[in-house]
């Protein structure tokens, strides 16, 4: 019996964790940016991106939930817009995160995170170009999970802004994020 009892307990706090799989759905706009020595003004149009992330909480008890995520957005090209004039110039956007966040669960969960992205950015015209970095991303996040016993599902309003600034790269994010917990 005590041989049982050992690998019980240790294997007790891992059952108990928290896996979650969603989709987040934003609208994400990017930095302007200027010729030096000119008027020229480069904007890029906002674009609605879809992310998928996974999460596993470490802790989750009683009204708190602390979880490391993993993300991933698929490349999305926006166009360039000298003085709001439409180029033949396209920027691609895609990144993958790792990040943690702590949530605090009530009737509406609030919660904050922090992300580090490693964001592509490529740039397409007669010529193509591609920059790697990365990021520390800030997110914050309000939502509601319906209370069930084994798959929690869960929506939620989310906004992510990064912490470093570039240009030509995105610079906010929000919109819902959803999906289940179980």
């Known amino acids: 019996m005590k041989r049982l009892f050992v690998p019980l307990m240790l294997a007790a706090p891992l059952a108990a964790q928290t896996y979650e799989l969603g989709l987040n759905v934003s609208r994400q706009t990017y930095t302007r940016s200027t010729v030096t020595g000119t008027t020229t003004v480069f904007d890029y149009d906002a674009k609605t991106v879809v992310a998928l992330r996974a999460g596993y909480a470490f802790v989750d008890f009683g009204p708190a939930l602390f979880q490391?995520?993993?993300?991933?957005?698929?490349?999305?090209?926006?166009?360039?817009?000298?003085?709001?004039?439409?180029?033949?110039?396209?920027?691609?956007?895609?990144?993958?995160?790792?990040?943690?966040?702590?949530?605090?669960?009530?009737?509406?969960?609030?919660?904050?995170?922090?992300?580090?992205?490693?964001?592509?950015?490529?740039?397409?015209?007669?010529?193509?170009?591609?920059?790697?970095?990365?990021?520390?991303?800030?997110?914050?996040n309000?939502?509601?999970?319906?209370?069930?016993?084994?798959?929690?599902?869960?929506?939620?309003?989310?906004?992510?802004?990064?912490l470093i600034s570039k240009d030509e790269r995105p610079k906010l994010q929000v919109g819902l994020y959803g999906g289940i917990r179980f």
């Open 142 to 162: 309000a939502g509601y999970a319906l209370p069930s016993p084994v798959l929690k599902p869960f929506i939620g309003l989310e906004v992510a802004a990064p």
């Open 68 to 140: 490391v995520t993993a993300a991933y957005q698929p490349k999305v090209d926006t166009d360039l817009k000298p003085n709001g004039i439409t180029m033949p110039t396209r920027l691609g956007s895609e990144y993958w995160a790792l990040g943690a966040m702590f949530q605090f669960k009530a009737v509406v969960s609030v919660g904050a995170g922090l992300d580090c992205r490693f964001e592509k950015a490529t740039k397409a015209n007669v010529y193509s170009s591609t920059q790697s970095f990365t990021r520390p991303w800030a997110r914050v």
